[in-house]
Structures are given as structure tokens and as C-alpha cells.
């Protein structure tokens, strides 16, 4: 079953950068009252200035991308990460590419680009994320669907399957299935559209379906009362 993931809004991008920051700057202010404790003067406080606290400033974000799976301590509290395209995970070269960008996408055009794109691209994502085939995605759903809210779908009694071959799947595909729909529902943008034909596709292949039904919603939501009667 494909997996489908839901992008990171704006909002909450713009405040993980806000938090990751934040971090920066308590991290550095505990640095120089460190080095003033330790009573670092002269050279030695212009090394700990350009080799320690410069790296940390200027790499902060690539490095606990790439070391931390794509993300950030603000990415963390928000509960959002970088992933590739395809769901795999980034390597070090789309981390640095992403992040290389980042010197256009914000900090150039004071995040003016980067806003732009994000709400413009049906994948939500800045310039250094198309180069590098990457995008933030939350790490958990906002709509979660529970398997009760789904058993109270339709009324069983008397209900005919259509699609024995149901009752093969996980509780967890038919929660994505649902999960799917409510998304396509409340957002109707192209790039949901596109997951729910993805979501069809691969309910063909499992279901050993020779064409998709027409109606790709009713399809869905008839494999979800499938496989209530059949399995409960």
C-alpha cells in the first residue's frame, strides 16, 4: 500500500525556523559566558568565536538534518521532517543541496521566496526542496481515524461485499484508506487528488481488479464496508 503523507503547513515551518533560533541563540549565549568564565581573551576567544560558535551558527540546521533524519530540534516540537518525494529518506547530498539553497530561498530574499513557493507549489516546497527532490511533511496526521469511527460508516445488516479479497488487508491499510478520503475532503487540491488515484492503483494490484471503477470514491468507500462485514 502506497503511503501517502501530508505536507507541512506554512505556519508551522515558518515557526520550527523561529524555535530552531531560539535554540541558536540561548546556545550561544551559554558559549560566551562559558568563555568568559574560563577567561578566554585575545586569539583563543577569536578561535572559539570563528571555529566553534561560527560553525555551529552556519551549520546548525544540514547538520542535525542530516544526523537526526530530517529534522531540526524546531522540526521536532512541531512534529515535522524533510523526507524524499518518494517517502525514502534524504541522503547527504539532498540535505546539502536543500540546505545550500537556503541562502536564496530565505535569508537573500528575507524568506519572501520560500513563502511564495511553499503556498504556490502543489508540494509545498521551496526552491532548495524542488532541486533536491525533497519536502516537510508532518510526522503525524492531523485528522487521526480510529477503527470505531469507521465500524459506525454504514449499516451492515443485509450488505452484499463486493470485493472478497478485502479481507486480506490490515486494519492499518483500511484506516489509510479512510484517512485518505478525509483528506481529499476537506483540502480538494490536486496533490490529494493525486494520492487517492495513487491509493486506487494499488488497491487494484491487491484486489487482482482487471480496471478501477469509475467512481474512485464510491470504489474506496465500498472496500472500507467490505471489509467491516467481512472481518467483523
Given at each position: 500500500?502506497?503511503?501517502?503523507?501530508?505536507?507541512?503547513?506554512?505556519?508551522?515551518?515558518?515557526?520550527?525556523?523561529?524555535?530552531?533560533?531560539?535554540f541558536l541563540i540561548i546556545t550561544v549565549m551559554i558559549l560566551y559566558f562559558l568563555m568568559f568564565s574560563l577567561g578566554m581573551t585575545g586569539e583563543i576567544a577569536t578561535i572559539v568565536n570563528f571555529l566553534v560558535i561560527g560553525v555551529i551558527v552556519t551549520f546548525y540546521t544540514l547538520i542535525l538534518e542530516t544526523l537526526n533524519h530530517g529534522q531540526t530540534l524546531g522540526k521536532m516540537i512541531l512534529r515535522i521532517k524533510v523526507v524524499k518525494l518518494d517517502g525514502k529518506q534524504p541522503d547527504v547530498y539532498d540535505y546539502l543541496l536543500r540546505w545550500t539553497l537556503r541562502l536564496l530561498d530565505i535569508w537573500i530574499s528575507f524568506g519572501?521566496?520560500?513563502c511564495?513557493?511553499?503556498?504556490?507549489?502543489?508540494?509545498?516546497?521551496?526552491?532548495?526542496?524542488?532541486?533536491?527532490?525533497?519536502?516537510?511533511?508532518?510526522?503525524?496526521?492531523?485528522?487521526?481515524?480510529?477503527?470505531?469511527?469507521?465500524?459506525?460508516?454504514?449499516?451492515?445488516q443485509s450488505y452484499v461485499p463486493q470485493y472478497p479479497e478485502?479481507?486480506?488487508?490490515?486494519?492499518?491499510?483500511?484506516?489509510?484508506?479512510k484517512q485518505s478520503i478525509d483528506r481529499y475532503n476537506k483540502y480538494l487540491n490536486e496533490a490529494h487528488r493525486s494520492a487517492l488515484l495513487e491509493l486506487c492503483d494499488a488497491m487494484k494490484s491487491r484486489l487482482n481488479l482487471a480496471v478501477v471503477p469509475e467512481n474512485k470514491m464510491e470504489f474506496l468507500k465500498t472496500c472500507i464496508k467490505d471489509y467491516i462485514v467481512l472481518t467483523r
Open positions: 500500500m502506497t503511503i501517502t503523507y501530508e505536507h507541512a503547513y506554512l505556519r508551522e515551518r515558518i515557526l520550527a525556523f523561529v524555535l530552531d533560533y531560539v519572501t521566496l520560500a511564495i513557493l511553499i503556498t504556490s507549489n502543489q508540494n509545498s516546497q521551496r526552491l532548495g526542496e524542488i532541486v533536491s527532490n525533497t519536502l516537510v511533511v508532518r510526522v503525524r496526521p492531523r485528522a487521526a481515524i480510529t477503527l470505531r469511527e469507521i465500524l459506525q460508516i454504514d449499516d451492515r478485502i479481507r486480506n488487508f490490515r486494519e492499518e491499510d483500511i484506516l489509510l484508506i
